[in-house]
């Protein structure tokens, strides 16, 4: 099974790179295969109504085989029926600032609504319960987008949060997710945020919206914004401190855990390989994540555990031998929640992670670790593998950058995988599946507009 990630189906324009490049092996094998159509969005997947699909949805559900509700679902929910506002992680993080006169820092990401990683409405349900039970310090640490949501949306997002604000909540840091989020161990892009967030590190402004003001005076989106601290009188005005509360709100796991890991973890260096080593640990936190981080973060709270996802795939194959594979930025994904979030493997399945290549954007390298994924996937045919699933990253994660000269690249080297695997399978009189977790390479831009979609 090969998941090409993010490809989609859509109508030829402009706006599609993958009707405007030459696709000679997908070509033959759309035209000469049986195939069907998928919704891979919305309730078709568990996620709200009409929102844009996405990989950890997309994948969950394909190893599941049926439709599993999605945690941010699950929230919106609680929000709804006032449960939220009685979640005893919640209590708890709130109390504790209050036995010890100290902070709350929500910290998260800010973008429209469209995100698998973030949803306005459990920030301002937060902002809600903070003020209902008379909170009196609240900081908020915004993680901006440019991925999911357009590349220049942080700014006017900022200023309908700003607009909000009750007495005492305060934006306190402003961090590009491309330093807050990262899920690739680049550490150094981590430990900025941390640095920001803990010691008040990075360009002291005064004002939110000059932070996007400059950054878009210099060409730079929402996702690259290096970290900005909020200060009064040339000093941070919410750094995170001993004894305080930290609610991390993104309901998406994949690339939440790695800036959680030094606010938690008791041996974070002895943990986690070429990482880095914290100037200050704040002592005495509770940490709150709003859905299930995994099992190696102790002492979080999670307000809203995961729920089991029993008899998916490798677990239905386990008599067979079976293997995972995917390069880095995916390796979650073909795992973790394909298997319905379980950390360990279920189905005594095995696991391959191709290295991700080393760069800024992924247009830099635009066919990303596609070649070496094609070449695992044929050993382990020669290996005897029943079955083998391999996610194809590229196809998403050059969409993502806006470039449609990379995506086209991306979609070529996606090519050539497909040739070399197909021809492989040929060989051993296999079945090969080709399908999708979501779209998103098929419409790069706002025809209306004119406007790059990411």
């Given at each position: ?37 998928l919704w891979a969005h919305g ?161 002291c402004i005064s004002d939110p ?246």
């Amino acid at each position: 099974m090969l998941i090409l990630d993010g490809w989609g189906i859509g109508p030829d324009s402009e706006s599609n790179p993958i009707t405007r490049t030459e696709l000679p092996a997908f070509d033959k094998l759309f035209v000469e295969s049986r195939r069907a159509r998928l919704w891979a969005h919305g309730q078709y997947v568990g996620l709200p109504k009409d929102q844009d699909g996405n990989s950890e949805a997309g994948h969950l559900n394909l190893g599941a085989g049926r439709v599993v509700k999605q945690d941010a679902v699950i929230v919106s929910e609680a929000i709804a029926d006032g449960t939220f506002f009685k979640n005893p992680a919640f209590r708890e993080a709130i109390g504790h600032v209050k036995r010890n006169n100290s902070s709350m820092h929500l910290m998260g990401m800010l973008s429209d609504g469209q995100s698998a990683h973030a949803t306005p409405g459990h920030l301002y349900a937060l902002l809600a319960l903070m003020a209902q039970e008379k909170v009196e310090r609240v900081y908020i640490h915004l993680f901006t987008d440019g991925r999911d949501s357009s590349p220049h949306a942080g700014r006017e997002l900022c200023a309908s949060l700003a607009r909000r604000l009750a007495a005492g909540q305060k934006i306190a840091t402003i961090i590009g997710r491309f330093y807050a989020m990262d899920r690739k161990k680049e550490w150094a892009r981590t430990e900025r945020a941390y640095n920001a967030m803990v010691l008040g590190e990075g360009a002291c402004i005064s004002d939110p919206m000059a932070v996007f003001d400059a950054n878009y005076e210099n060409g730079v989106t929402d996702e690259f914004i290096e970290p900005a601290v909020i200060c009064e009188d040339g000093l941070a005005i919410g750094t995170i401190a001993d004894n305080d509360s930290i609610i991390f709100f993104n309901h998406r796991s994949d690339r939440a855990r790695q800036l959680t890991k030094p606010f938690v973890q008791k041996d974070f260096i002895g943990k986690n390989s070429e990482t880095f080593k914290p100037k200050k640990v704040a002592r005495n936190l509770r940490f709150v994540a709003l859905t299930d981080f995994g099992p190696d973060l102790a002492g979080i709270l999670t307000a809203y555990p995961s729920i089991d996802v029993d008899r998916s795939l490798p677990a239905v194959l386990s008599k067979f031998k079976q293997i995972y594979i995917a390069e880095t930025e995916k390796y979650a994904h073909i795992t973790y929640f394909f298997n319905g979030g379980y950390a360990d493997p279920v189905g005594g399945e095995k696991r391959l992670m191709v290295p991700s290549p080393r760069v800024d954007r992924y247009d830099q390298a635009p066919a990303m670790a596609t070649a070496e994924l094609a070449d695992a996937c044929v050993r382990a045919l020669r290996e005897g593998y029943d079955f083998i699933a391999v996610n194809i990253a590229a196809t998403d994660m050059v969409a993502h950058t806006g470039s449609f000269s990379a995506a086209q690249a991306a979609l070529r080297a996606t090519d050539r995988a497909l040739r070399a695997v197909a021809a492989a399978i040929a060989e051993k009189n296999g079945t090969l599946i080709i399908t999708a977790d979501h779209g998103n390479i098929e419409e790069m831009k706002d025809l209306s507009s004119g406007r790059v979609d990411t």
